[in-house]
């Protein structure tokens, strides 16, 4: 079937009838898919797309009407018209209440049917108009909602991955550190055909180099010492789903020769094995170093990069993303205000001067981080013109312990997402003594910077 011409499911037992009538639907610009009874017309609509079904009534096995019913539970939308030549009326009826798009007796008008059909044509055009328009409309949704500003590179990247999303190509997503490279993996995936599937994050540069290949492909029982079973590996597991590896420039060089393998093959083959197991996965790739330069210095494989970056994906640094800044801080500021059932202080002009002035060089990580610690009630501004050390220089020994007691409370803090009552835990201090030493510490640390 052509992708030009609208698709015609031709179901009719009397082949001579059916060849004649498919010719005939040629020649008025359709394309025709034949099939002789119920069951082969089931077997095409489940491995092929058609746009409208023509069916005769009566047929060995499965009839019309019954194959109409199972049309209708299966692919609602599909507009299905009925031709009989033992039509009468309560047969026309019966098909109408099932869900047949019209009824037409034989012998029939030949302009009646291609009336007929082109309606139908025209029906199915617009519910997918509708359906891609929602889709559409949804997808932007999620994008505005996970992907927050409004500059033009934001908006570019939001089109870039709106783009790339429905298909099935491998992408390469190229930021520094903290730009938010998974996010935009999530979106690609969650905005894709295969959202229903499972996201399976691997960061390369963590895995342990004595068992990533068992990590990554799997194994079979005893294939070396340990393997006390079969062992399922992340990309046979992420069937029907996207594999996501992150800082890929940190992969072995000796896997990076059985991935690029995987990729051309969409095979793996578990360690101790010799079968082939066909996988159905995207993979999204994300790096922070420029691969291409890895590549000529040997340090990462030539022929690998260029699969790997069949598209590719170019995160804008915060810095160069005008005034999402102020946007982003206040977002995430408000969010751990929420968490906490705390109120947060409007940002002031001088704050978003500062927002908007500052570098950020640990990017969109380095803004939450540091808006979460303002709805915190904690000083978050970086010095920019000091190291984030303690101040040894006319510092006193009690100074000093105070200035490291309040930064490990901070951390504590940060890491229990803000709350108190966590954080205290796990430095093992009353919840009292953690607020009554955090108040102390920052008015002592806040006159001291005064």
Known sequence: MTDALPGVLLIEDDAALRRSLAQWLSLNELSVIEA?????????????????????????????????????????????????????????????????????????????????????????????????????????????????????????????????????????????????????????????????????????????????ESELFGHETGAFTGASGIRVGKFEFAKGGTIFLDEIESMPLAIQAKLLRVLQERTVTRLGSNRDIPIDIRILSATKEDLRDLATRGLFREDLYYRLAAADVAIPPLRDRGHDAPLLFEHFMLSMAERLERKALPLTDEETRFLLAYAWPGNVRELKHLAERRALGLDWRPDTDQQDDLTVENSSLADLVDQFELKVIEQALWSAGGRASLAAKRLQLPHRTLNEKLKRLSMKNRSDRA
């Open 36 to 212: 002789a009874d119920g069951n082969e017309a089931l077997k095409v609509l489940r491995s092929d797309t058609v746009d409208v079904v023509i069916s005769d009534v009566r047929m060995p096995g499965m009839s019309g009407l019954e194959l109409l019913v199972v049309i209708r539970k299966t692919w609602p939308e599909l507009p299905v018209i009925i031709l009989s030549g033992h039509g009468d009326v309560p047969m026309a009826v019966a098909a109408i209440q099932a869900g047949a798009f019209n009824f037409l007796t034989k012998p029939y008008v030949p302009e009646q049917l291609i009336g007929t059909l082109q309606n139908a044509l025209e029906q199915t055009r617009l519910r997918r108009r509708v359906v891609s328009l929602e889709e559409s409309n949804a997808t932007q949704a999620r994008l505005d909602r996970q992907l927050l500003g409004t500059d033009q590179a934001t908006t570019r990247l939001k089109s870039t991955i709106e783009q790339l999303a429905p298909y099935h190509v491998d992408v390469l997503i190229k930021g520094e550190t903290g730009s938010g490279k998974e996010v935009v993996a999530r979106l690609l995936h969650e905005c894709s055909p295969r959202q229903a599937g499972p996201f399976v994050a691997i960061n390369c540069g963590a895995l342990p180099l004595d068992i990533v």
